[in-house]
Nanobody, 124 residues
Framework: QVQLVESGGGLVQAGDSLRLSCAASGRTFIGYTMGWFRQAPGKEREFVAVISRSGGTTRYADSVKGRFTISRDTAKNTVYLQMNSLKPEDTAVYYC?????????????????WGQGTQVTVSS
């Protein structure tokens, strides 16, 4: 079992930056591939970014590529999402997720554990 707690969301203006954090507890953090997803009102939850267990491989949704960076700190059992050049269309609840596999996944159903989410609102 893995418990995930996100933090760092808030209300910002277009062009600003935010860094989301996801603190993991429970089973060994390094054993999990970690992902970030988001869900805007009235829309399905969508993939944002994923990082491999070692941290050596990352992948991003086209909509955030070049603006967002996912990273992990094994010593702190934490995964981060640095979000730069934020746009109003980035407004959503952001979720951290853990996958008990070394294979990357871009799908909601590919993840075993989820956090409660943190709200990010970008005003124009």
């Amino acid at each position: 079992q893995v418990q995930l707690v996100e933090s760092g969301g808030g209300l910002v203006q277009a062009g600003d930056s935010l860094r989301l954090s996801c603190a993991a507890s429970g089973r060994t953090f390094i054993g999990y591939t970690m992902g970030w997803f988001r869900q805007a009102p009235g829309k399905e939850r969508e993939f944002v970014a994923v990082i491999s267990r070692s941290g050596g491989t990352t992948r991003y949704a086209d909509s955030v590529k070049g603006r967002f960076t996912i990273s992990r700190d094994t010593a702190k059992n934490t995964v981060y999402l640095q979000m730069n050049s934020l746009k109003p269309e980035d407004t959503a609840v952001y979720y951290c997720a853990a996958r008990n596999s070394h294979f990357l996944s871009f799908e909601v159903k590919g993840y075993d554990y989820w956090g409660q989410g943190t709200q990010v609102t970008v005003s124009s």
